[in-house]
């Protein structure tokens, strides 16, 4: 009696923990405050095409003699935000903002934006 072959293995495709960033934006109000104004960060995250909510947004504002943030989470559209005063920051200095999102599994995204106050 001839032997049943056995069926191939079948290929089982990996999963993995890390998932596709399609967007991850971040803008501020004014590109031009004036001095003594306040400034918002908004930033925008999706990953593979959808919102995520409750990710922990960190910003880092890069001042020409100091360094400042605030924090925010995503809503469930994505968007998180803070608003911070810019006080007296150097006229015609670029203020650098490095904004820091950490996914609910603890991996990190990051964009930046700037402002330059007049």
Same mark, same amino acid.
């Given at each position: 009696? #001839?032997? +049943?072959?056995? #069926?191939?293995?079948?290929?089982?495709?990996?999963?993995?923990? /890390? =998932?596709?960033?399609?967007?991850? *934006?971040?803008?501020?109000?004014?590109? %031009?405050?004036?001095?003594?104004? /306040?400034?918002?960060?908004?930033?925008? !995250?999706? !990953?593979?095409?959808?919102?995520? #909510?409750?990710?922990?947004? *960190?910003?880092?504002?890069? /001042?020409?003699?100091?360094?400042?943030?605030?924090?925010?989470?995503?809503?469930?559209?994505?968007?998180?935000?803070? %608003?911070?005063?810019?006080?007296?920051?150097?006229?015609?200095? &670029?203020?650098? =903002? *490095?904004?820091? @999102?950490? !996914?609910? *599994?603890? +991996?990190?995204?990051?964009?930046? &934006?700037? @402002?330059? #106050? +007049?």
């Amino acid at each position: 009696m #001839p032997s +049943k072959a056995s #069926p191939s293995p079948t290929a089982t495709p990996a999963v993995s923990a /890390y =998932i596709d960033v399609d967007t991850v *934006d971040a803008t501020v109000s004014k590109s %031009t405050p004036t001095k003594n104004s /306040y400034q918002t960060v908004t930033a925008h !995250l999706s !990953l593979d095409g959808m919102p995520v #909510p409750g990710a922990m947004m *960190d910003t880092a504002w890069h /001042y020409k003699t100091t360094l400042s943030g605030c924090q925010g989470q995503t809503d469930a559209s994505g968007t998180a935000s803070c %608003t911070r005063s810019i006080s007296r920051a150097t006229a015609g200095y &670029t203020v650098v =903002i *490095d904004v820091t @999102f950490t !996914l609910p *599994d603890g +991996k990190t995204v990051r964009t930046q &934006t700037s @402002f330059t #106050p +007049k």
